[in-house]
Each structure stands twice: as structure tokens, then as C-alpha cells.
């Protein structure tokens, strides 16, 4: 937003609100973002932060105009999340996960009772709560380097999703008031997650756990904490302890992959039945045969093909994105068993997020896709994408390429 008065300016004005107000006020670049983030102290008083924090946290603040989804309209978006803009092949790569699993083992031995402590306490497996770590953070290597006060309030004051952030910043001085974390250390992700596991402030206060018994919960340098605060994430969501993540299997050469979506569920004995057969000759026993599982497909009908048991979707309410969860679920499984996916992922180009929102218009106007247009070839998208082709008479691929862009174009 625009300068409209000078730097001293402001500043006086500033100091005078504070005298005048019981209110805080301080100085910052942009005048509204100031009033705006002056109102907030309020509701951050009803929460028990001191005057103190508020003020030493919003001194000198200015929003980041740099962050992903924020709503400025005319301004072009910075480069999107790995998760929706890299191909699985790029996100998932082999070098990536053979890497981690290698660290992994080693650090499975390092907290072996760390871990055996939390699977007794929350049923999630060890190497499952590694896997996120190594995704989140790289075991703790990769430092977190946005400052976490700046991105809530900025996604708060200008971003796509105002309400959520707002409570999110208000937690955030309560963390800090609270003496969790200096204000100084609490640094973010673009989106404002913390910690070695990615936590938001209200997931803080939901699932963070003292498990090394120091009295603190410390999602920033406590590997027990936060390895434990992510297991209790999972279990609060829904985590069925004994449960496979998912099953790759191979594809029967008849497939319509439109099925490929989670309200299509069936146990996974008549997956089997329909020719899908669990990858590597993996037996499966008779509780995993009795398992309800749907069909992923993250490359239409290229690549690997899974069955994804309850225990997906979990990993999908900690992150959305299914090459996330695949990321996390299959390096769960290489800590102990050195196999790759047996189906190489196929290395199709993909199609640029605007492409994909062409493609998503099209469908939505002929009513065969009903979901947010987001430019992301998520499992509806692919759905869709396979409905169309049926009813057109092409071949049967669910996914989005330019010569199917082109087709709509023709049509259109």
C-alpha cells in the first residue's frame, strides 16, 4: 500500500495515540496496517497477553508482501508450494527419500526409547513421526526463516483466509506471553507453522506435549516434544494404530480411473479381486484384507497406483497435499525396508497452474467438476479430467495435458 504521509509523521502520531489511548499504537510504513493491527489489542487482552508482549511483538511490524495467498489482486503470485507445483516425480524423488531413510535409521536407533514411548502412548509408529520430521524440517537441519509474528499478521491483515489467521497471530503473543518461545526464535514457514514438526499456534495449544518431562513444551529444539506433540496430532485425528498408510499396487489393465477418488471405498480383498495386486507379491493378512480402501492414482493411469487406507487421510489433515503424504508415507516405509516404489513414476510433463485452472473452468461450466479452482491436479481434477475424456471418446488417462487443454479449446 502506498506511503501517503512521512516516516516522522506517523511516528508522532503515533506516539500521541498511545499517550491519548489506552489502546497501543506504534509506528510502521503503512498507516491502515497500524490502525488495523492496534484494534487487535483487545481481543489479544481477553487472551491474557500483557500489554508488554503485544507492544514489543507489534513495534516496528509491517506486512510481508512477499508470502504465498495473499489476496492482492493484479499482482502476480509467487511460485506456489513444492507440494502443487512440482511433478511426484521431482517431489517424491529417489535421491530425496533414500537420503532420509539412510538418517532416519540412525536416528531411530538415537531415540529408540524417545519413540517406543510415544508408540505406547499414541500408537502412531516410529518411523511415521521421523518421516514427518524429515519432511518438515530435514531431522531439524533446514532452520525455519520467516519471522512468525510478521507472516500471521500479515496473512491475517491482507491474506486469503483473514479469520483463521487472525486467532492464529493472537496465539502467537500468547505463546510468546506464555514464555514457550522468544519472540526473537519463533520463526515460520511462508504459512506461519513452527517448530521441528510444523506446528500453527492453535495446534500448539492443541497437541503440543511434554514428553521429555522438562516441564515446557518445545516444538522448537525438543526432539521428544515435538515428535511427540506430532503423534498426538495423529491420534487426535483419527490414527488407527496397526494400519498401513496405503498399499502401492499394480494396476489391471482395464481400469477406469475415474474411480480414483475417496468416496469410492472397498474392502481390499475385492480390490484384489478387480486385478489390483498388492506391489512386490506383498501378502496381505486377514484384517488387512478386510481393510476399506480407496484408489489413488497421483499420475492418472502413468506411475504407481495405491489403495489408501483411514490411516492416508490422517496424514492428509496434517498436510492436504497427497504428494505429501506419499512423500511422508513412503519414507516411513524405506527406514526399514530399502524398497523403492516397484512402479517408477512415469516423468510427464505437468501442465502450469493456469492450464489446470482453464481445464477446472471448462468442467465447472459443464458441470462435471464442482470443486475449488485452484490450478491443482488433485484427485477430483484427475476425476473429472477422466470424465470428460469418456464423454468425448478419448483415451482414458485422467490427467492433465496440453493436448486435453486443446480439446476443450476446439469444443469451447
Known sequence: MPRRRSAKFVLAFCFAAWLASPAPS???????????????????QSLGVSRQTFETAARGLEPD????????????????????????ADYVSEASISRLAEQGKWLAIEHRATLAGIERQFGVPANVVLAIWARETAYGTYKLPYNAVRVLATQAYIGKRKEKFREEFLLALKIIDEGHVKLADMKSSWAGAMGLTQFLPSEFY?????????????????????LASA???????????????????RMPRSLDCTIGVPEVKKPMQEWIALGFIPAYGRKLGREEMAEEASLLLP??????????????FVLKEYNFSDLYVLFVGHLSDRI????PFETPWAKIPLLKTADVEKMQRYLTGRGIYREKIDGKAGMLTRAALG????ANGLALDCWPTASLLQHMRIAN
Open 26 to 44: 506504534f509506528a510502521a510504513p503503512d498507516p491502515a496496517f497500524t490502525q488495523w493491527l492496534a484494534g487487535l489489542w483487545p481481543a489479544a
Open 65 to 88: 508482501l512477499s508470502l504465498q495467498d495473499l489476496d492482492l489482486p493484479g499482482r502476480a503470485p509467487p511460485p506456489g508450494q513444492p507440494e502443487f507445483i512440482q511433478s511426484p
Open 206 to 226: 492443541k497437541y503440543a506435549v511434554d514428553f521429555d518431562g522438562d516441564g515446557k513444551r518445545d516444538i522448537w529444539t525438543s526432539v521428544p516434544d515435538a
Open 231 to 249: 503423534a498426538k496430532q495423529l491420534a487426535a485425528k483419527g490414527w488407527q494404530p496397526g494400519m498401513r498408510w496405503a498399499y502401492e499396487v
Open 299 to 312: 499420475e492418472g493411469t502413468y506411475g504407481p497406483a495405491f489403495l489408501t487406507t483411514k490411516n492416508y
Open 336 to 339: 526399514s525396508d530399502p524398497r
Open 387 to 390: 470424465q470428460y475424456q469418456k
